[in-house]
């Protein structure tokens, strides 16, 4: 089984940072794309950034150079450093693996999520 766990949530100021952290445990045998997401109240689940196991990454059109996301393969770990956080960018983001290569196969996880909220 495999289970994805977010970290770093939190309380931050407009204008602020934070960094995400998730950590992807159990069986597998290989990660290849591995994504954040974000779901506001009331607004539909989007995607903030994706990276492959390569380091390829992309973003949503509302980062706009604020966020960076990578991964440390070792580690089985993918990160979002948040700067320049707006009230605009509170919501419960999602760590999601898009392609966890198990015994049964590819298949896609989601971690529980963290909540950001941007307040002053």
């Known amino acids: 089984q495999v289970q994805l766990v977010e970290s770093g949530g939190g309380l931050v100021q407009p204008g602020g940072s934070l960094r995400l952290s998730c950590v992807v445990s159990g069986r597998f045998f290989s990660i290849n794309i591995m994504c954040w997401y974000r779901q506001a109240p009331g607004k539909q689940r989007e995607l903030v950034a994706d990276?492959?196991?390569?380091?390829?990454?992309n973003y949503g059109d509302f980062v706009k150079g604020r966020f960076t996301i990578s991964r440390d393969n070792a580690k089985n770990m993918v990160y979002l450093q948040m700067d320049s956080l707006n009230p605009e960018d509170t919501a419960v983001y999602y760590c999601h693996g898009n392609s966890i290569f198990t015994i049964q196969g590819w298949s896609d996880y989601w971690g529980q999520g963290t909540q950001v909220t941007v307040s002053s």
């Open positions: 990276i492959t196991s390569d380091g390829s990454a």
